[in-house]
């Protein structure tokens, strides 16, 4: 089963998760336009998990309902392509790479198989939308979506970062 989410223009507000037939499969809530945290809700309106960066940090933690964390996401330096590592803790440690200009995205565990791919789906001008396609047997689709959303936040935080010096 595939799911498709996405940003919201101003990174605020609700946004639907749907599956792949459209039908309401969970919610994303994006908490702040200043902030970068996030709850996800499976079908049954559960909070699941949560997603942020700790304070003064560039990493994210996902973390269970109780705010304890399964799992932190960081980027990796890369000539030529966008890599991110991914550690579930007890459950592995994966790797998130795509090519430098793709919108494809694969995540391979600890052996390199493939676990789950997804892609962003959005037009040029209008907010990120992804598609997740998860098979790995330990991480669950709503943990994905926080990883998937953390990704986005840190690629938005390091392109901020640049046009600022850019920019002085």
């Known amino acids: 089963m595939a799911l498709i989410f996405r940003d919201n223009f101003f990174s605020a507000g609700e946004t639907e998760i749907q599956n792949e037939a459209g039908a309401p499969a ?27 960066f700790p304070f003064f940090s560039g990493k994210w933690s996902v ?9 932190r996401l960081r980027s990796r330096f890369s000539l030529g392509s966008k890599r ?4 579930a ?6 790797e998130i790479r795509s090519p430098l ?15 789950a791919f997804f892609e962003k789906v959005s037009g040029f001008f209008s907010s990120g939308a992804f598609r997740l396609t998860n ?4 991480l669950n689709d709503y943990e994905l979506v926080a990883v ?21």
């Open 135 to 138: 098979s790995a047997m330990k």
């Open 101 to 115: 200009f793709s919108r494809e995205y694969e995540i391979l565990d600890e052996s390199g198989s493939r676990v």
């Open 63 to 71: 973390l269970t309902p109780g705010g304890d964390e399964i799992g």
């Open 89 to 94: 803790r007890h459950r592995g440690l994966y």
């Open 26 to 52: 969970g919610r994303l809530d994006l908490k702040s336009a200043f902030n970068a945290s996030i709850d996800v809700y499976d079908g049954s309106n559960r909070l699941v998990c949560s997603g942020k």
């Open 148 to 168: 998937i959303m953390g990704m986005y936040a840190i690629q938005k935080r390091n392109s901020a970062a640049a046009n600022s010096s850019a920019n002085p």
């Open 84 to 87: 991110f590592e991914y550690d």
